[in-house]
């Protein structure tokens, strides 16, 4: 029997394609506003317009990330694949292709990406105040008296670091300071074991010790403050954090680095069994020196007697008083030519200093004292003498051209009376002004009563 299919009643309402993505991320934007989500960046991509293209996800799914460029010039670290990062952003979709996507507001690093930096920038701080210096590192003693080790009671760092103490130098002391080493309080438990150990000043080095960890169980010994608590500690610290690939800003400032607790304890104290060794060596070679010595005392004792019984004292006696004598004779023959030699010397600088009597010199340089001066006088009145006849000279030639000798030949001067200006030209005066005429022995004052040209 054939069923006869009836076409489906048509519905009152059709979407096209861009009204159904267009009304989607309305109601994506409406329904989840801007959320915060966390996860790992992967298939980035950054092309020239500035935009960042990527993926964030985690270990069962991913989505679609874009971050436009206004937003991105606020990053203050490069975007990588692999990068664990939290995000602010506005679910959306992006309705050409109708991929879901985040808008990306704001982003920073999380986990391990963002400690490095961290640790980095502490690292070059605190090298360029000179904290990392060689010059700044205490010596570790090579035979301590006591050692502290400031490390968690509980963990296997402090286990491993007392059996090797116990193995290498089983009688030196040790003190347990416990502290936490991993969370939030540590680096203050830290600070204050370490300023505790060194104000008691009953150890001579102290282990900073730990377990291996990541690198956010081991950020207590990055920290500023543990740093610079062991940069102001008096007494030498060694460190032993984690394994042999971690490294600690704690590890830069310390006096001494090792790569493991175990390795810390081995470097601080000697090995009992080696000393023990080199006791004996030592013993040794003392027993040889001293028999040897001894054996050489012996044979110079024996030499001795032989040459006490050759050499009597009485001879030596007799021989040193011959020689003596002798000495005192040669004493007295070298007085004696010294005395006769003083005696010349003598006489000749006395004839000498007769020869050149204080009174002689003194009588020659008064004459010529006199002379100089008889000299300098004739000198003097002649330089007068010819000087009076220079300025007798100057006077006359100055006589010959004064403007006063003019006048004595009947000559005038005309000034004007208010100003004193000299008349050169009838022009320089006018009717009514008053002029003085300067004679040869007077002055004439007149009123004018008319210029003209002559």
Known sequence: MTMSSKPAPRPEVVYTVSRLNRETRFLLNDCFGSIWIEGEISNLSTPSSGHIYFSLKDTEAQIRCAMFRAQSRSLDFKPENG??????????????????????????????????RAFEA??????????????????????PQCVGVITSPTGAAVHDVLTVLRRRYPSVPVIIFPVKVQ??????????????????????VLILARGGGSLEDLWAFNEEIVARAIFECK?????????EIDTTIADFVADLRAPTPSAAAEAVTPDCAALLARFERIEQQLCLRMKAGLERDRNTLRVLG?????????????TQSQRLDLLDLQLKRVTRNSLSNLDVRLRTQFAALSRHRPQQRLQ???????QIYQRLCLAIQRALEKQDQHVSGLAEHLHAVSPLATLTRGYAVAYKQD??????????????????TRLADGILISRIEEARKS
């Open 419 to 436: 100003t004193g200006e000299i008349l050169r030209s009838y022009r320089d005066i006018q009717p009514g002004e008053s002029m003085e």
């Open 364 to 370: 020659m340089l008064e004459e010529r004292r006199c």
């Open 306 to 318: 032989k040459r006490l019984q050759q050499e009597h004292p009485s001879k030596r006696l007799q």
């Open 122 to 143: 502490l690292k070059q701080r605190l090298a360029a105040e000179g904290l990392f210096d060689a010059q700044h590192k205490k010596p570790i003693p090579s035979l």
């Open 235 to 243: 007494t030498p610290v060694a460190t032993g954090i984690g394994h």
């Open 183 to 204: 969370g939030a309080e540590a680096k203050f438990e830290v600070v204050k074991a370490l300023a505790a150990a060194d104000r008691l000043q009953m150890c001579d």
């Open 83 to 116: 990068d664990h990062v939290l995000i602010k952003a506005q679910v959306s979709l992006y309705e050409p292709r109708g991929d879901f996507q985040l808008i990306v507001e704001y982003m920073e690093e999380t986990g391990d990406g963002l400690l490095l």
